[in-house]
């Protein structure tokens, strides 16, 4: 079991920008094999992939983020962030992160972080 702990959420304006972290309880070595991946869960909604990044660093992300969000890792923290700019209404939601050989849409977890809540409002 992989235990992970996101956090950088919070209150911003339209427009503003968050990081967001997610640290992951696996050694570094052990980490740079998984795909990770960002998903969130609006209000009322079910939880959707967001972005995903490859062990060799090829990323992925939904058509309502692209040119806005950036994912990332470090694999030496054991760490992947989403960068988000350009925030919008519609990004209000809970952020969770998720390792895995291969993350996809279809992919299902048993477990999950806390999360970290997202809310872009005036």
């Known amino acids: 079991q992989v235990l992970l702990v996101e956090s950088g959420g919070g209150l911003v304006q339209p427009g503003g920008s968050l990081r967001l972290s997610c640290a992951a309880s696996?050694?570094?070595?052990?980490?740079?094999?998984?795909?990770v991946g960002w998903f969130r869960q609006a209000p009322g909604k079910q939880r959707e992939l967001v972005a995903t990044?490859?062990?060799?660093?090829?990323?992925d992300y939904i058509e309502s983020v692209k040119g806005r969000f950036i994912i990332s890792r470090d694999n030496a923290k054991s760490t992947v962030y989403l960068q988000m700019n350009g925030l919008k209404s519609e990004d209000t939601a809970v952020y969770y992160c998720?390792?895995?050989?291969?993350?996809?849409?279809?992919?299902?977890?048993?477990?999950w972080g806390q999360g970290t809540r997202v809310t872009v409002s005036l």
């Open positions: 990044m490859t062990n060799g660093g090829i990323t």
């Open positions: 696996t050694s570094g070595n052990i980490f740079s094999i998984y795909a």
């Open positions: 998720n390792v895995g050989l291969e993350i996809t849409p279809e992919s299902s977890f048993v477990f």
